[in-house]
């Protein structure tokens, strides 16, 4: 396995990049990847021994990559870890970006996610003794002078340029010479071609030591810090690593993500709770409220997505207030819908056991089912031979008791405890009285206890009031006590979430976005609908 791997100092490997493209993607990835290494290894240091400056530079790290063939071009993957000598530390990187992959990451093709493993000596009280670890700023701005380094592949870190002679400058001299220098950090970094990220980290890092210059606000306060800011733009380098030349030229626009979900963790957890009891046999009902942008359709429809996954039959309808035929003459056709979606999931094993259920269930009136849910046919072949054998006039007219046994009844035979049907209303303050007592006679199943239907309804709020059919429907189902009642308000997002999302907006770091972040809080109150209009 040797033979298949190359060791080079740091200082060498960055002599190696020199005839390559600054502007390269995947030459920013690799010396990314180096300098979170570094980072980390620096972290793990000063758990064993006190660190001093000289172990901050190029001279105290080895990178180690996979042997490529001349001709083969480099890759960010080339890099199996980094080692610091000082201390006999190794570092392997595992790379885990495909696993759990979210589509909403997708567009981050090159990202890498990596995870660190480090090995390092038996403890030893060897070199501890007679050393005094120096201040967190201080290695904090010689690290920033470390990155510095790799991305320029440059040195002009002399003492009279940054940070100036302390013997013979005074005061005010040495903090011109530091604000020089910080400039010209910055500006050499743009000017090869680095990331607009990249150059305000490395500068927040050498901030960090300002002589008695008062601190910059985005300095960083830890090592820690600045490591998981190279962690996240190796997560995410599509989004904060190669937009820098769009946000300058003014083109770039707001990478609003809309299937990631911002600050619900918490009310995901309940609601993916809620339908683990219903696939133990519960007939869950489940109202979530909020004002309008408080994220309820978001919120839902991402735990939708693994319902679906694990088997549940997801029936969603939205209401519409101007809709034409009524919210009843909706739900109806949503049901229908759901024919088609069993049809397309079932095997020929379980879609016999639904035949036979429907058909013991509804016996001679099978024929009504067939005219409420049209597609019922495609999931039950035998039904049209039936029909023709006892023809029905369909133009008899069917009430409000009617429907509800046949729905009821659809919902028993089609539900079971591997299958549960979920029944997603989204906008229940357009929902009437008699589209609920649908919803109630299904979820309150007297003949079984429960049919394994999990009932999700959002509402707007300051809609919904306590004469509403929502809250008469909420009453009624907690005094059947056949269905488990729950109610989930949402508020505004919190404002580190916030900040999150106006970081994924601008394609900035976020802690450079949090004090825009903390204004637009105090403005939107957390609304993330108030944020993009």
């Not at 400056?53 to 960010?76: C, E, G, M, Y």
């Not at 380094?149 to 009279?160: A, G, K, R, V, W």
């Not at 010479?177 to 980290?201: A, D, H």
């Amino acid at each position: 396995m040797s033979n298949a791997i190359d060791e080079m100092p740091l200082s060498e490997w960055l002599e190696a990049e020199l005839g390559k493209n600054h502007d390269d993607k995947r030459l920013i990835i690799r010396k990314t990847t180096v300098a979170y290494a570094a980072a980390e290894l620096l972290q793990k240091s000063m758990t064993i021994a006190p660190l001093s400056a000289d172990k901050i530079s190029l001279d105290n790290f080895v990178v180690r990559t996979k042997k490529r063939q001349q001709l083969l071009p480099v890759a960010a993957e080339d890099i199996l870890g980094v080692d610091m000598i000082s201390e006999k530390l190794s570092l392997t990187f595992v790379d885990t970006s495909d696993l759990g992959r979210s589509s909403c990451d997708a567009e981050e093709e090159i990202g890498r996610n990596l995870v660190v493993s480090i090995t390092c000596p038996l403890p030893t009280t060897s070199n501890a003794s007679g050393f005094e670890q120096i201040k967190e700023s201080t290695i904090c701005h010689l690290f920033g002078i470390l990155l510095f380094q790799i991305y320029s592949n440059l040195d002009p870190f002399l003492e009279n340029k940054l940070e100036g002679d302390e013997t013979n400058s005074s005061d005010h001299s040495k903090n011109e010479i530091t604000n020089r220098g910080l400039q010209l950090t910055y500006s050499t970094l743009r000017e090869l071609g680095s990331p607009s990220n990249i150059c305000t980290v490395i500068q927040n890092l050498i901030e960090c030591k300002c002589g008695k210059l008062p601190r910059p606000r985005n300095t960083y306060s830890s090592l820690k810090e600045g490591s998981d800011d190279l962690h996240l733009l190796l997560l995410h380098p599509n989004r904060l690593l190669f937009t820098s030349n769009a946000i300058e030229d003014r083109q770039l626009k707001l990478r609003m993500q809309k299937k990631k979900l911002y600050g619900r963790d918490h009310e995901v957890s309940l609601i993916s709770d809620a339908f683990s009891r219903v696939c133990a046999g519960e007939s869950v009902a489940l109202f979530v409220g909020g004002f309008s942008g408080s994220g309820k359709t978001r919120l839902v429809e991402s735990v939708m997505t693994s319902v679906d996954a694990s088997g549940g039959y997801v029936l969603a309808q939205k209401f519409d207030q101007l809709a034409r035929g009524g919210p009843l003459l909706e739900l109806i056709a949503a049901f229908d819908r759901l024919c088609v979606l069993i049809q397309s999931r079932i095997c020929p094993q379980d879609l016999q056991i639904i035949v036979d259920r429907l058909t013991e269930t509804y016996g001679a009136d099978l024929s009504l089912l067939r005219r409420l849910l049209p597609k019922v046919a495609g999931l039950m072949p035998p039904l049209t031979t039936f029909e023709k054998q006892r023809p029905v006039q369909d133009d008899t007219p069917m009430n409000l008791q009617s429907v509800c046994f046949i729905l009821q009844n659809f919902v028993r035979a089609v539900s079971s405890r591997s299958h549960p049907v979920v029944i997603f209303l989204d906008d229940l303050q357009w929902c009437n009285s008699m589209a609920l007592e649908v919803i109630q006679h299904i979820l309150c199943d007297k003949a079984t206890g429960a049919s394994n239907c999990f009932f999700v309804g959002s509402y707007r709020s300051n809609e919904v009031t306590s004469n509403h059919a929502v809250s008469r429907l909420m009453k009624e189902l907690q005094a059947s006590k056949l269905c488990s009642v729950q109610k989930l308000m949402l508020d505004g997002v919190k404002s580190e979430d916030l900040n999150a999302l106006i970081s994924d907006e601008l394609c900035l770091l976020p802690r450079a976005t949090l004090g825009l972040s903390s204004i637009i809080h105090q403005k939107t109150e957390g609304s993330k609908y108030a944020l993009v209009t």
